[in-house]
């Protein structure tokens, strides 16, 4: 619900609304992958959080709903700064679920997991992309893209599901619930 809004509305904003054009775009995604490089390199220095899905799912979630930075910032500096933290929290979450994954999942099971969570991540992204001009067209750019943005407090309710926090419990050594 979020990949087509920003990967078509981000560059879209730019341009039209910041007179920005490829340049601007690629410095707001450098922005954003300084800001995965940084999350990462102090991921490894710290470890792993004691609540890791716990963890994994608030970065997510704020990850996402940053998209909204995105829709309402006025300069291109402004979404790199957006970008910065946003881009970093989607690689807490990711840093966090790929180590989540290699180590509960039997290796002989690994490619097949690893195969279904990615079909599963990204199946729709073409339908995201499909509704997403249509959605900009009624509702407007800014609009769309702070609304995919608003959709992850969505995501924040995943932590809520039944068992979702049982693989940090398993890793702590508690029993899961």
Same mark, same amino acid.
């Given at each position: 619900a979020t990949a087509g809004p920003f990967e078509v509305l981000l560059p879209y904003i730019i341009r039209n609304d910041l007179g920005g054009g490829a340049a601007t775009y690629g410095t707001v995604l450098a922005f954003g992958g300084l800001g995965s490089m940084v999350a990462a390199v102090l991921l490894s220095r710290r470890g792993l959080p004691r609540r890791n899905v716990t963890v994994m799912w608030v970065a997510w979630s704020i990850g996402v709903v940053l998209d909204i930075g995105f829709a309402i910032a006025g300069a291109a500096w402004q979404m790199c700064i957006v970008a910065i933290f946003s881009f970093g929290l989607g690689t807490v979450g990711l840093i966090i679920w790929n180590t989540i994954v290699t180590t509960l999942v039997p290796a002989e099971m690994l490619g097949r997991v690893s195969s279904f969570d990615w079909f599963v991540s990204i @199946?729709? $992204?073409?339908?995201?992309?499909?509704? $997403? @001009?249509p959605i900009a067209e009624l509702l407007g750019a800014r609009t769309t893209l702070a609304l995919a943005g608003a959709l992850g407090l969505t995501t924040f309710a995943f932590l809520f599901l039944p068992g979702m926090r049982d693989p940090e419990r398993e890793l702590a050594g508690e029993p899961a619930r």
């Open positions: @199946g729709l $992204t073409p339908v995201s992309f499909a509704i $997403t @001009g």
